[in-house]
């Protein structure tokens, strides 16, 4: 399958069923996350691995895990941020964020779901996982095989704006009211 097709049938699963992923499988998973690029190769990712029952548990303080037996803790190295000197923006949520992309991707490609949150309380998993303070929990990536089928990929079609609605060239074009998000009116 080429690039775009794979990134067209990655979809997001909330819902996994007890078949345990191989530890080839999560290799390939957490390879392709170690490939991927970071700002100024600075590679700040440190992902912690959660398997064991009572550690998915503890996971779970912080989050629902929607029935996975295996979630990824991506955190990022605070010592070793990327720092934007005209605006002192972090590279790190960025790199963080590729990252996933590339595991989420990898994941699809061996029809394993994922889920990437950033909505949990990072001092749950800081205080229950023995994370130092320079650690920062960022993001949980939930892994596991699907309950239901995998969603569509013809649901882009529908499901996003097309690229006249979020692609300019040359200059920015100021956006239309009617395009506004809807994202935090549904919450």
């Excluded at 929990?137 to 979020?166: C, N, Q, V």
Aim: charged share 30%; with cysteine; aromatic share 6%.
């Amino acid at each position: 399958m080429n690039f775009l097709e794979l990134a067209k049938e990655r979809c997001t699963t909330r819902g996994f069923t007890k078949q345990k992923i191989s530890d080839n499988d999560l290799e390939q998973i957490l390879s392709a996350g170690r490939v991927a690029p970071t700002a100024c190769n600075k590679q700040p990712q440190r992902i912690i691995v959660v398997r064991h029952p009572d550690n998915i548990k503890k996971v779970q303080k912080a989050y629902k895990t929607f029935g996975s037996e295996c979630v990824l803790i991506v955190c990022r190295d605070k010592r070793s941020a990327l720092v934007r000197p005209y605006d002192q923006k972090c590279s790190g949520d960025l790199d963080i964020g590729i990252v996933c992309d590339h595991m989420m991707l990898a994941a699809r490609e061996l029809n394993i779901g994922s889920v990437m949150v950033g909505l949990f309380d990072p001092e749950i998993i800081r205080k229950e996982l023995n994370v130092p303070e320079y650690i920062e929990p960022t993001a949980l990536l939930i892994l596991g095989y699907p309950e239901k089928e995998f969603l569509s990929p013809e649901r882009h079609i529908t499901e996003r704006k097309p690229l006249t609605d979020t692609v300019m060239y040359e200059k920015y074009i100021e956006e239309r009211a009617d395009l506004e998000s809807t994202c935090w009116k549904k919450l």
